[in-house]
């Protein structure tokens, strides 16, 4: 009975120390997955702090550049618009130019109109004398001349001193390049020269 009774308890302590044992065995199994969790999650955080690190110079490098482009063609721009501008508006025509080189503001004289509040008509012209202007500012640093304008279905807002006036422009631009106007009223144009007009039914035969 002494003999099976040290074997009864010799066998429970058995069971409780293999316990212990298993307990401790998933511990340390647990302890070494998440050790290698936390190696695999420090090696992603710094792969994307590095990408951070490379896209924030990008950023910086590219705000520079930016500002850069826009303090040497700014200048120039402006200089070209209000000279286009001078012709339609008037000779004390100025402009107020964004971050993207685009109109925020206009100025005849004293008077400074944000471009939202300029009629429809006027936003119409200055996106027309914006494209000229552009395409001007490209030949003169360019080898390959005048590039290109493309205007599709302009004018319809501007009024009829100012449409003879803006069809000038489309003359002289038309000499020294060349200029494509779609639209659905030719009338609008009468007052191009020199321009060469195609219907839609004959360029449809040429294809």
Sequence with gaps: RSYRSAISGAAVELARLESHIQLAAGASERHAKAHAALEAAENRLASIQRRANAAQRLREVMIR??????KRYAAPFADKLA?????????????????????ATRSIGSRTVNLDHLSGGAQEQLAILTRFAIADLVADSSTHGVVPVFIDDALGST?????TRISTLFGEAGRDGQVFVLTCVP?????????????????????
């Design 187 to 207: 009338e609008r144009y009468n007052y191009v020269s020199p321009k060469i007009m195609y219907d839609i039914d004959s360029l449809k035969s040429r294809v």
């Design 65 to 70: 550049h930016r500002e850069s482009s826009r």
């Design 159 to 163: 009024d009829p001193v100012r449409l």
């Design 83 to 103: 000279r286009l501008a001078a012709r339609v508006f008037g000779e004390e025509t100025g402009f107020g130019l964004d971050d993207q080189l685009s109109i």
